[in-house]
């Protein structure tokens, strides 16, 4: 069964777990080492992971009506999301609220344009950021049953946390995720703490070694196609054979 918490995981996932970049010319290459996707197919991969059914949704402009025949509802944008909530411009943009302020999105790629590599190169590409106002034309909220069966016996949605109140008056939804940002806010500033053996701070090193390993995909491409250009300038025919990572490619006469 569908499942809101589910969703606001799998978001967080791909979004800062999972090594996703942005392309929309790659949009549904969902892989964790080094990926790409776009703010709606993140979305409905997302939907379909927690289970929910999305009928024929493909890409923003069709999200609303394949949804809302499936037990979500347009809820006006009030600027009071709930969590779980989906975030929708129909034109340009979609995201979801995680709660606590906070929202998860596919942004744009390295080069701030539709298309770059795979991997997020910058470490922005997805993400999450504080909650904004795109503008979103409206939030589509689930309103059908909600699994909690693999949270745990006793255990309660997302909105029921959200409309708890914790001893401070903030509720418990917004506590928890304060409590995992301080965490990897935490965790980040060890990396930056951190040196390596070459006296930079760890979180550089592995910024560096992304940015390293693109310059080398690039470099073995731009390498492919000019030994192609040459082999046709001498008259040989020549098939080229890459790898699923265009990591390599091998030319043979023929």
């Not at 392309?23 to 979305?43: I, M, T």
């Not at 969590?83 to 790629?109: C, T």
């Not at 903030?170 to 940002?181: E, G």
């Not at 030994?227 to 790898?243: E, I, P, R």
Request: hydrophobic share 35%.
């Amino acid at each position: 069964m569908a499942s809101v918490a589910k969703l606001i995981e799998r978001m967080r996932y791909w979004c800062v777990e999972a090594n996703m970049g942005y392309s929309q010319s790659d949009r549904w290459n969902f892989n964790p080492a080094g990926g790409n996707c776009d703010c709606s197919s993140l979305v409905i991969h997302c939907l379909q992971e927690a289970g929910f059914d999305t009928g024929g949704a493909s890409y923003t402009g069709n999200l609303s009506a394949n949804l809302t025949a499936r037990g979500w509802a347009r809820v006006g944008n009030n600027g009071n999301p709930q969590p779980g909530d989906i975030l929708l411009n129909d034109a340009d943009h979609v995201a979801v609220y995680l709660g606590g302020g906070k929202l998860a999105q596919a942004s744009h790629s390295e080069n701030n344009s539709a298309v770059g590599a795979p991997g997020d190169q910058t470490g922005g590409e997805t993400n999450i950021r504080n909650y904004y106002n795109f503008p979103w034309n409206c939030y589509l909220r689930w309103t059908g049953p909600n699994d909690a069966t693999n949270e745990g016996e006793g255990s309660v949605s997302a909105k029921d946390l959200y409309d708890t109140r914790d001893q401070d008056g903030r509720n418990v939804f917004d506590h928890a995720h304060q409590i995992l940002d301080n965490l990897q806010g935490s965790a980040r500033q060890a990396l930056i703490d951190t040196k390596g053996n070459d006296g930079r701070n760890v979180l550089d090193g592995v910024i560096q070694a992304r940015n390293e390993i693109a310059a080398l995909k690039a470099m073995l491409q731009e390498q492919s196609a000019t030994l192609a250009a040459l082999s046709k300038a001498a008259g040989v025919k020549t098939s080229a054979k890459t790898d699923a990572g265009n990591k390599s490619a091998a030319f043979k006469i023929e």
